[in-house]
């Protein structure tokens, strides 16, 4: 009964057009009422205390690194770079977009950020070459979603404020599976584009190679630094998202001088707006994710779960099934927040790392924003190219394909993600 009320009262306010972040308050508030713990008190001590946390700082400080970034020359510079070192190929500036989306992913950690930077870079060049729109657009919608895998990224800090998991760890573990996720599109954009009559652009000089590495040296010595100073324990997760920001604000203004300070406030005005909606959203969700615990529903979850615990590689798959039909309907954030509290119980009972399972969480939430009707992702590059979702979401099925593809191995495959992310934690 509970678990229907918590079901009912939020798809019902989503179904009724209420943005989530209400939904989940309307939520609480049902999960109160059928409880007899209706109190406006509680409601607005776990909002507070939903937003005070020290690991979700890294959030604010994440989205304003990667507005400046965008801003600042820093993400022009990395697509000039593959630009110069894989464009000339056969298909080239779907494989420019494959390695500039890498690259971005390991300064920002935002795939709207990245994906608006991609589309506006080089969704019109694609387009100039011969490339068909929908194709080239689909598959700068799906290399954007590897931003919330590679570190750093926002989902794995709200994932682990959520499931309190390491967030540190959840970093390291996400490398190889980014990786393997840009692999992925790389082999399906080859058999995609040997069909098109597509004109690549010249191949560049070794002059011109070198110019462009020396210039887009400085954004990339910025993972470097964050992927090092984690992994020597030099600072946490919260404090490399400052030094992100701190280290592209000063390239930005000092070194590529292409940020001015009028335009800061503008800069941090976008930053400031986009993290008010995601720490609303865990606000809010905190409602919900107190209430979970009162009612014990992880606890019929497990029960309803239960048979499929002595499987972990079967509960994975159902787990998976599942998130990918949640992630048809709704964004990433209110998938981590709502469903991560749920799910670790089951996961721990089952004796699956909770690492690797958040890993899996991070990556199956992140194809869920190129899978319509939802798919935020997709709404931004059919915004910032002027095409109809319907002509994206065409375009990006073969890609979609490949990113399950990948997911389905590393459920069967754990070792992929667990031995480098040991080797890589030393």
Known sequence: MTISIFLGSLLGSMALGVPIAFALLVCGLAL????????????????INGADSFPLLAVPFFMLAGEIMNVGGLSRRIVTLALTLVGHLRGGLGFVTILAACLMAALSGSAVADTAALAALLLPMMVRAGHDKARAGGLIASAGIIAPVIPPSIGFVVFGVAAN???????????????????????????????EGSAPPPKASAAQRWTALRESTWALMLPVIVLVGLKMG??????????????????????????????????????????SVIMFLVAAAMVSAWLITVADLPGQLIELLGPLTDSPTLLLLVIMVMLIAIGTAMDMTPTILIMAPMLMPVVKAAGIDPVYFGVLFIMN?????????????????????????????????????????????????PSIVTVPARWLAG
Request: charge should be neutral.
């Open 32 to 47: 109160m009422w059928h409880m007899d713990l209706l109190d406006a008190q509680i409601l607005a001590q776990n909002v």
């Open 365 to 413: 939430a992140a194809i869920g924003l190129i899978t319509p009707p939802v798919g935020t992702v997709l709404n931004v590059v059919a915004g910032v190219g002027r095409m109809r979702m319907d002509e994206v979401a065409r375009g990006v099925l073969p890609f979609m394909a490949a990113q399950f593809v990948v997911l389905l191995l590393l459920v069967l495959f």
């Open 234 to 275: 030099v600072f946490t997760p919260t404090e490399a998202a400052v030094v992100a920001a701190v280290y592209a604000l000063f390239v930005a203004t000092v070194v590529y001088r292409e940020l001015d300070i009028r335009q800061l406030y503008d800069v941090f005005l976008a930053a400031a707006k986009t993290t």
């Open 165 to 195: 998991v390491s967030i540190g760890k959840l970093f390291l573990a996400g490398i190889v599976p980014g990786l393997m996720m840009g692999i992925a599109i790389a082999i399906t954009w080859y058999l995609v584009a040997r069909r």
